[in-house]
Structure formats: C-alpha cells, structure tokens
C-alpha cells in the first residue's frame, strides 16, 4: 500500500535534505508532499495507511514541534532488521488511539508524553489506516532503515543507527506500486546520506564533542555536501558557531580557491572561500556573506563567517576547529 492514497502525493523529496537549525546535517529518511487545500493555510489531512505487515513499535505526542499545535511520531518494523518512522502525523486513527490508551507506563507521566514514549510490539496489517497527515505542514517525514546495509563514517561513533542504516523506502515496495512511488521522487533519485568523501572538505563536520544523536547538538554541526534536489549543485549548511544558521547552494568550479567543488579541497592546499549565489534564493536561508574553509587533515577544518564576498583576497581572523 502507499503510506496516503497516490492521487495525494505531490512529489517526494529525497534522502538527504539539510534545513538548518536542526536538520544541519543530511536527513535520513524523505519528504512527502501531499495535496491538501490551501497549502499552509488548512487543516485538511489526508488517511495514512500501514504500507505493509507491520509492528508498531513505537508511539509520541509533541506538542509545537511544527506549525500545527500537535504531531504524533510512529515507528514500525517490517522484520527483525528492517524498520521504519512516519513523523508528523496530524492525528492517529481510532485503532492507534487505543494503543496508545491502553500502554501502562512504568515511570509515570501519560502515554505517548515525554515521559511516557508508548513501547509496544503491536501487529498491523498492511492497509490499516495508521492516522492522518497534512494539515498546515502538507508533508510528512517518511524513512526506513536496514540494518543489513552500513555506511561509511569516519567516526561512525558520532552517528545514531539511522544515519548509519539508512535506506530508500520505496525499495521494498513491489512493482508496479514500487515504480509510481518512484516517479514522485525529485530530480528521479531517492538520495541517500553518504556524502563523505574521503581526504577532502565534502561531508559532515562536528564542534567540539557534538554528535548527530542527540537533539540540541545540531547548533554545532556544519554541512558541506550535495544538494539532494538539484544535480550538480553543493549546499553549505551551518547550525551555529560561526553564524547564525544558514543554507547557501553553490555551483561548484573545479579550478581556482573560489567556490571550489568540496570533494577537489584537499589538505595543505590552503584557505578556500565561499559565497552565496542568486539562483537558490526560495530554497537559502540565513545570512549572506563568505564561508572561509582551511582543511587540515581529512577529519579537521578550520571554518570561519565574514562580511562581503570573496573578492581576490581573503584570510581568517578568528576561524573554528570542527572535526568529524
């Protein structure tokens, strides 16, 4: 089954989208667009549906985590080693209600709260309506994870299971529903979140002791990989330290110390610079300016924010270490 009736998805974004401040890094699960009426403006929702046999796993209210005043987050296994998240539920259906009702909490606090995440092993057959989605978001987060696939970190400690097991969801789906799904995508690919490459500026870097694991650390994450939407485009994303958060998308050139393509920035080849372009401007964010870039080593940088563009010349005044 899809996850919402097929005349309801727009488009599908894929693997990888950086949304800096808190998704700083590539995110590892898609985006679902859907068509609701008066995008941003409504509070229709469409049925979601378990896309196949399932269990549910897992069940949370947050409150004012997006425009709308309340989301559920669901996750789910497929088998042993396949599992999956549906994020941004607007509401769950009756049958979800009751899951969640009837769990006993160990430690106190009401079911589905912060104190209380519904921990469950509950069968679902494929086709049962979950919850709805929509309302003023109009998409929903929707991933899924094989623990028999692996991606190369080079400080895999510094990963949580998702970004180390990530997969598209749609290659379990059968044909021909597998191929319509497909066609949804954006520029036609699923993404995924292996943007490292090796001896080179491209990936993912960290302040400090920071991890993509724990919620508040994404102030100190910083991003230079590719765009998941646009071939041939780079994004710059920034959660903090040396800026405010940012979303820059470069067109990399592969000569010269301006804009340089992030996989050709090799150690001891000195400070190369960064500046916004014109062409992005309804998917950019923050401030504009230049990003100065210096790699060390293939698991250091220093990077640092300044005024103006990179002109000639350009040389740090107060760079930061980030490490990965």
């Known amino acids: 089954m899809p996850p919402v009736p097929m005349g309801k998805i727009v488009s599908i974004e894929p693997i990888g989208s950086v949304n800096p401040p808190e998704h700083a890094l590539a995110s590892s699960?898609?985006?679902?667009?859907?068509?609701?009426?008066?995008?941003?403006?409504?509070?229709?929702?469409?049925?979601?549906?378990?896309?196949?046999?399932?269990?549910?796993?897992?069940?949370?209210k947050k409150n004012n985590a997006t425009m709308d005043p309340e989301d559920y987050v669901m996750h789910?296994?497929?088998?042993?080693?396949?599992?999956?998240?549906v994020d941004h539920l607007k509401g769950l259906s009756p049958e979800m209600e009751k899951i969640?009702?009837?769990?006993?909490?160990?430690?106190?606090?009401?079911?589905?709260?912060?104190n209380c995440?519904?921990?469950?092993?509950?069968?679902?057959?494929?086709?049962?309506?979950l919850g709805r989605v929509g309302r003023l978001q109009g998409n929903f987060n929707f991933g899924t994870w094989d623990l028999r696939i692996s991606h190369e970190y080079p400080?895999?400690?510094?990963?949580g299971?998702?970004?180390?097991?990530?997969?598209?969801?749609?290659?379990?789906?059968?044909?021909?529903?597998?191929?319509?799904?497909?066609?949804?995508?954006?520029?036609?690919?699923?993404?995924?979140?292996?943007?490292?490459?090796?001896?080179?500026?491209?990936?993912?870097?960290?302040?400090?002791?920071a991890t993509n694991k724990r919620g508040g650390d994404w102030f100190y994450q910083l991003y230079f990989g590719p765009s998941n939407i646009f071939s041939g485009v780079q994004v710059v994303s920034v959660g903090g330290v040396i800026s405010e958060p940012l979303?820059?998308?470069?067109?990399?050139?592969?000569?010269?110390?301006?804009?340089?393509?992030?996989?050709?920035?090799?150690?001891?080849?000195g400070i190369y610079?960064?500046?916004?372009?014109?062409?992005?401007?309804?998917?950019?964010?923050?401030?504009?300016?230049?990003?100065?870039v210096e790699v060390l080593s293939n698991n250091e940088i220093k990077a640092e924010f300044q005024q103006g563009s990179c002109g000639s010349t350009f040389a740090f005044s107060d760079p930061k270490t980030f490490e990965r």
């Not at 400080?155 to 990963?159: A, G, K, L, M, Q």
């Open 29 to 60: 699960s898609t985006d679902t667009y859907i068509a609701v009426s008066e995008q941003g403006k409504t509070t229709e929702t469409v049925p979601l549906y378990a896309p196949g046999d399932i269990w549910i796993t897992f069940l949370q």
């Open 155 to 159: 400080s895999p400690e510094r990963y």
């Open 273 to 292: 610079c960064y500046e916004t372009e014109s062409g992005y401007i309804n998917y950019e964010k923050g401030p504009r300016g230049k990003i100065l």
């Open 161 to 209: 299971i998702r970004s180390l097991h990530s997969s598209c969801p749609f290659d379990y789906y059968a044909e021909p529903l597998k191929s319509q799904l497909e066609e949804k995508l954006q520029a036609g690919r699923c993404g995924t979140v292996e943007t490292y490459v090796q001896d080179s500026l491209q990936g993912e870097w960290f302040f400090g002791n």
């Open 100 to 114: 969640m009702e009837n769990y006993k909490c160990p430690y106190g606090g009401k079911p589905g709260d912060d």
């Open 117 to 129: 995440p519904v921990l469950v092993l509950e069968p679902v057959k494929a086709g049962t309506e």
């Open 247 to 269: 979303k820059w998308h470069i067109t990399p050139k592969n000569e010269g110390k301006i804009n340089r393509n992030f996989s050709q920035v090799k150690a001891g080849s």
């Open 76 to 85: 789910y296994a497929v088998c042993k080693d396949v599992f999956g998240v």
